[in-house]
């Protein structure tokens, strides 16, 4: 049975990090990464024009057809955002895999960051929660508090933290 270790990323590079670490501590042999990408929900309906560079319907002539705005949903922003980050991991989620590890990545749209890092070990039955810090210090830490630090109070299994350099 595979040793299950979530990592929590976000759009911040030394999210990524950890990685470095889990590779160096913990073999690929039987480990199964999930990368854990939390963004906020889209909060409205928006308007988007078409991407010409697809294959759209071209007007007589081979020129494109003008701009008209359309309707775009949640689910569709969401849709999009899920491509792009993906598309964004998928250099570190190729590396993981020709390493060994067996990789999945989830992208979770919630604005309660730590309520749902802690509902995702219990409810997947994380063996090991691994993440970077966001290195705040002082009155930034004070005000904002620490993700981080927050999980790692709230949740039963071990955390490898990794505090990035300033």
Request: some cysteine; aromatic content about 8%.
């Amino acid at each position: 049975m595979a040793t299950k270790i979530l990592v929590p990323l976000n759009r911040s590079q030394h999210s990524r990090e950890i990685l470095a670490y889990i590779e160096k501590l913990i073999p690929a042999q039987d480990t199964q990464l999930i990368l854990f990408y939390i963004t906020r929900p889209p909060k409205t309906i928006g308007l988007a024009a078409p991407d010409y560079r697809s294959d759209y319907v071209l007007e007589e002539g081979g020129e494109p057809v003008g701009e008209k705005l359309y309707p775009i949903y949640a689910s569709q922003q969401e849709d999009s955002v899920r491509a792009e980050i993906e598309v964004a991991l998928l250099p570190v989620t190729n590396d993981l895999k020709a390493q060994g590890y067996q990789v999945a990545l989830n992208v979770c749209f919630d604005d309660g960051v730590v309520a749902e890092i802690v509902r995702t070990v219990n409810r997947e039955k994380i063996d090991l929660l691994a993440m970077s810090t966001q290195a705040r210090e002082g009155l930034m830490r004070f005000f904002f508090g620490d993700i981080a630090n927050r999980v790692m109070r709230r949740v039963k299994v071990p955390v490898l933290l990794v505090h990035p350099e300033i």
